[in-house]
């Protein structure tokens, strides 16, 4: 099956800094998501971009589709920007299958 | 316009026994899929219904059933219990098709 791997496992930033998350997988997709999960463990939405680049206030995601990678940046980081980081990748339309995640970390 | 819900929040079970986690679906979705997220992981789906039909399902045993009923709510059924089972099952809908998956709070299991 699919195969996603996201880097860096951990991230560690003081308020203020930027960051990339990086996000490859193994095969075409044709669903690419970006999570949030909060300390509750609520997944949030953050985009829905299974190629092109998208931008939501300090959130951007691009998704390079026939190299098979997607970037999440995130700039002017908050301490509420803290938590788990997910990419999840569909191919038919069913099963979303996640990455481990990048875990975030920002102190003031 | 109402999310995703997910009922109970939290639950405690011993091993061996039954449980039945429930799902109201966003308004206008009518599929809705299963996730288990074990402590440290990232969610692995489960299955998968449409309109009252299991739509795929993933690497889970026999045990983990669902229904979907015709206002597009779901149950996700554990019979059996193990240990392993401890973890927090979160379910998403969406409209058909190839669109984004909405998530609802999860129901953190415990099995003693």
């Known amino acids: 099956g699919i195969q996603v791997e996201q880097s860096p496992p951990d991230l560690i930033l003081q308020e203020g800094a930027n960051s990339t998350l990086r996000c490859n997988f193994s095969?075409?997709?044709?669903?690419l998501q970006w999570f949030h999960q909060n300390p509750w463990g609520q997944l949030i939405n953050l985009f829905y971009i299974p190629s092109g680049t998208k931008q939501n206030g300090r959130l951007s995601a691009t998704t390079v589709a026939t190299e098979r990678y997607s970037l999440l940046y995130i700039s002017s980081s908050q301490t509420t920007d803290s938590g788990v980081y997910f990419c999840a990748v569909a191919q038919a339309g069913t099963a979303l299958i996640f990455g481990k995640g990048t875990t975030l970390s920002v102190s003031s | 316009e109402t999310g995703v819900t997910q009922s109970p929040t939290h639950l405690i079970k011993t091993r061996g026994q039954q449980v039945t986690l429930r799902c109201s679906s966003q308004?206008?979705?009518?599929?809705v899929s299963w996730y288990q997220q074990a402590l440290g992981q990232g969610p692995q789906f489960i299955f998968q219904y449409y309109r009252e039909e299991e739509n795929g399902r993933g690497n889970f045993p026999p045990r983990f059933s669902g229904l979907q009923f015709p206002n597009y709510s779901s149950e996700l059924n554990v019979n059996a219990l193990e240990l392993d089972d401890s973890a927090l099952y979160l379910c998403a809908s969406s409209p058909r098709g190839l669109e984004t998956q909405y998530f609802g709070p999860g129901t953190r299991l415990l099995v003693l």
């Open positions: 095969d075409s997709v044709n669903n």
């Open positions: 308004s206008g979705h009518n599929t």
